[in-house]
């Protein structure tokens, strides 16, 4: 799979609560109040966290040489994780995302925007 900007902003995104890292891969973690998706990867014990659309170049799908991924300890991480992506459905409505519109999903409940 490589390092590739699947999420962006504006798409939904389907979670299994986790109450910390399990393995490599994309997690909702909740900074600032707001829900971002990282990638999350283990690096010795300490957990490398990045952020698809700033850290990732969508093109070369390798790091940017401007990235600046965070590294946090997995207690820190367990407190902000809100669990695992296991599904996620991607917004091809380009004024979606160009004016950030919300889309209503299906079922209310079921997905949510992040």
């Known amino acids: 799979m490589g390092l590739f900007p699947t ?5 939904y995104v389907i979670w299994q609560d986790v109450s910390g890292f399990l393995e490599k891969g994309l997690y909702v973690v909740s900074a600032g109040g707001a829900e971002q998706v990282y990638r ?3 690096c010795g014990g300490r957990l490398r966290l990045l952020w698809p659309e700033r850290d990732i170049d969508p093109k070369t799908r ?17 407190t902000c994780c809100r669990g695992f992506v296991v599904a996620s ?13 919300a889309l209503i999903p299906v079922r209310a409940g079921q997905a949510r925007a992040i």
């Open 40 to 42: 999350v990867q283990n």
């Open 7 to 11: 999420l962006r902003r504006g798409d």
């Open 89 to 101: 459905v991607a917004v091809h409505k380009g004024a979606a995302l160009l004016g950030r519109k």
């Open 62 to 78: 390798a790091l940017k040489p401007t990235a600046r991924p965070q590294e946090i300890e997995m207690e820190a991480f367990a």
